[in-house]
């Protein structure tokens, strides 16, 4: 099966510049991950939305979209959990 490809938002690369770069590393790793394998152990779907889901990394979350029909991945946000929610 091909893998997806991964498509980042503009506000999504905005934040990514927050954290501290080990956690930007282990973002990163796990986003490309989401190319083999959307939805991987502790996905989580997003109420309200059709098809937004989130990953737990340590106290970040990112929030993204899947579209099986043009084969993307979408990160829309990667925020502290206190903070990605609003």
Known sequence: MDPFEIQWRRAALRELRRPDGQ????????VTQLADDPFPAGVRKLQGS???CR???????VIYEVDFD???VVVARVRH???VYR
């Open 70 to 72: 043009s084969r993307q």
């Open 81 to 83: 959990r206190r903070d």
């Open 50 to 52: 059709e098809h937004a």
């Open 55 to 61: 990953i737990r990394i340590g106290d970040y979350r």
């Open 23 to 30: 956690v930007v590393c282990r973002v990163l790793e796990a």
